[in-house]
C-alpha cells in the first residue's frame, strides 16, 4: 500500500527533547550502569521507529474499511457505553461492554452483550450481569472481556463499589473489588466464581510461557501481573510493577511477548506525558525492569496490541496527543519498534449530550479499542464518544 506521511516539526522537536532531557538527568547514574542494561533501555524507549511518521496524525492516510454500529446508545436509559471486548465463538461474533443510564462508573453500570452471524448485523442487546444492587445501591460493573475456557465461553467482569478516582495515588478508589467469572450456559450468563480477587484487569489472561498472565490493578490502582499455573481454578501470584515518580500513575496496561524471550508491557501514562510508558520482563512475567517513557504518542488513553496470525505485531491507540481522535494502528515485525501508521477512523462525530465525565476536551472520540483476527480480517470494537459501540472491519492484506 502507498502510504503519505506529514511532518509536524513542533511535535518532532518536543519528542527529541523529552528524550534528550531524559537521558541528560540519568546521565550521572547511566555510568554505574552495565552497558547492556543501558543499550536495553534505550532499545525500549524506541516504541516508535520514526516519530514524525506520528507528527500529524489527521493527515495520516485513513485506509478502507467497513464501519458498523454495534450499539447507539438510549437517552435516559444507556446514555454511557464503553469497555468494549469482542470474540467469535462457535460461528458467532460476542461484544459485550459497560453501559449506564447517564454517566461513567454511575452506580447504575451494568454489563451489556450483544451477538452477531457477520460481525456487522447486531442483535439487540441484553444484560450480561445486570446492575447488582439497584441505582441507589453502591454495586456496578466494568466489562473486562472474553475467555474461551475448556470449551466453554466465559465473560469476566470487575464488580466495584466506588469509582472514586480523585483518590489515585492516595487511597481506594475501587471498594471491594473483585474481578467475576460468568459462563454462558448456551441460554444466558451465569454467574462462577471469583476470578481474581482485588484485581481490575484490562484484557483477560493470555499465555506466558509455562503460565497464565493478566495484567491487573488492585483497588489503589497498583498495576501488576498476575500469575497462574491454569485458569481453570486460578491461584494467582501478584507481581507488582508499582514505580515512583513519574511512573507513579501507570494505567490500561496491556501486554504481548516477542520471539526473543521478552514480555512487553504497554501502559498509559496518568502524569499527563502523552507518551505510552513500556515495561519489560525477561522471565516471563516473574520480574519487570524500570518503566521507561517511550517515543510513541498517545491521547493518554487505552491502547490494545496484538500479533498478526503472519507475525506481524500491532499496535492500536489514540495517537494524537491532543484527542482521542484519530484511532489509529501501527506495525512491528520483531515487536520493539512500530511504524507506518494509519488511521482506522478520523473524524469523531459531534456528541449527542455533554454531561458530567464525557464533556471534557479528548473524552470525544473512538477509544478503548479491542480487536481479533477472523477470515482475513482484523475486527477492532470501540466506543465512540463514550455514547455507542461500533465496529471496524479491515481486510489484513490492505494493511500492509
Keep these: 500500500m502507498n502510504r503519505c506521511y506529514y511532518t509536524s516539526s513542533s511535535m518532532v522537536f518536543a519528542i527529541v ?5 531524559a537521558h541528560l538527568i540519568s546521565g550521572c547514574t547511566s555510568k554505574q550502569q552495565p552497558k547492556k542494561a543501558v543499550a536495553q533501555q534505550l532499545r525500549a524507549e524506541l516504541l516508535a521507529k520514526d516519530p514524525t511518521q506520528f507528527a500529524a496524525p489527521m493527515d495520516l492516510l485513513q485506509v478502507s474499511a467497513t464501519h458498523s454500529t454495534v450499539y447507539r446508545g438510549k437517552k435516559n436509559i444507556s446514555e454511557f457505553n464503553l469497555h468494549s471486548y469482542l470474540i467469535h465463538f462457535e460461528g458467532q461474533f460476542w461484544a459485550m461492554w459497560s453501559s449506564s443510564k447517564i454517566k461513567e462508573e454511575d452506580p447504575d453500570q451494568r454489563l451489556l452483550y450483544a451477538v452477531s452471524d457477520d460481525g456487522h448485523s447486531w442483535s439487540p442487546a441484553r444484560n450480561l450481569a445486570n446492575d447488582p444492587d439497584g441505582p441507589n445501591g453502591p454495586g456496578r460493573w466494568i466489562a473486562r472481556g472474553f475467555l474461551v475456557n475448556d470449551g466453554t465461553l466465559q465473560a469476566l467482569g470487575a464488580y466495584i463499589e466506588s469509582a472514586d478516582y480523585g483518590n489515585h495515588g492516595q487511597g481506594v478508589v475501587w471498594k471491594n473489588l473483585r474481578l467475576m467469572r460468568f459462563v454462558w450456559d448456551e441460554e444466558e450468563w451465569v454467574e462462577k466464581d471469583v476470578f481474581a480477587d482485588n484485581c481490575m484487569s ?12 493478566m495484567a491487573c490493578r488492585d483497588d489503589a490502582v497498583n498495576v501488576s501481573m498476575a500469575l497462574s499455573n491454569n485458569i481453570q481454578n486460578p491461584s494467582w501470584s501478584f507481581r507488582s510493577l508499582a514505580a515512583d515518580s513519574p511512573f507513579d500513575r501507570m494505567e490500561e496496561p496491556t501486554w ?9 508491557m504497554i501502559i498509559r501514562d ?8 513500556r515495561i519489560l520482563s525477561k522471565d516471563g512475567g516473574v520480574t519487570w525492569n524500570t518503566p521507561v517513557l517511550t517515543n510513541y504518542p498517545d491521547a493518554t488513553s487505552k491502547n490494545f496490541t496484538g500479533r498478526f496470525s503472519n507475525g506481524t505485531y500491532f499496535l492500536i491507540n489514540n495517537s494524537n496527543p491532543k484527542h482521542r481522535y484519530p484511532l489509529t494502528i501501527a506495525f512491528s515485525h520483531d515487536g520493539w519498534t512500530f511504524s507506518n501508521p494509519v488511521a482506522i477512523r478520523k473524524d469523531a462525530p459531534p456528541m449527542r449530550r455533554k454531561s458530567p465525565g464525557r464533556e471534557s476536551i479528548g473524552r470525544n472520540g473512538f477509544q478503548y479499542p479491542h480487536a481479533i483476527e477472523h477470515t482475513g480480517s482484523l475486527w477492532v470494537v470501540y466506543s465512540t464518544n463514550k455514547e455507542d459501540i461500533e465496529i471496524s472491519e479491515f481486510k489484513i492484506a490492505d494493511l500492509f
Design 17 to 21: 527533547c523529552c528524550t534528550l532531557v
Design 270 to 277: 496518568n502524569n499527563s506525558s502523552r507518551r505510552l510508558i
Design 256 to 264: 504481548y511477548s516477542t520471539d526473543d524471550g521478552f514480555v512487553h
Design 202 to 213: 484490562n484484557f483477560p489472561p493470555t499465555r506466558l510461557g509455562t503460565l497464565w498472565g
